[in-house]
């Protein structure tokens, strides 16, 4: 049960991602954005 939450806790961070990948215009924008997916990432895996 645990690894389905994991799997669709990494889905949505991936498909949140994604998506503000693609609303960002600025490398700066990008680097923010990879940051909060990788915080929301360590999040979901504690």
């Known amino acids: 049960m645990k690894l389905v939450f994991r ?5 949505l961070v991936a498909a949140l991602a994604l998506t503000s ?3 960002c215009n600025t490398v700066r924008g ?3 954005d990879v940051e909060r997916a990788g ?5 979901s895996t504690n």
Not at 7 to 11: E, M, P, S, T
């Open 39 to 43: 915080e929301a990432l360590q999040k």
């Open 21 to 23: 990948l693609s609303a």
């Open 30 to 32: 990008v680097g923010k």
């Open 7 to 11: 799997l669709a806790a990494l889905a």
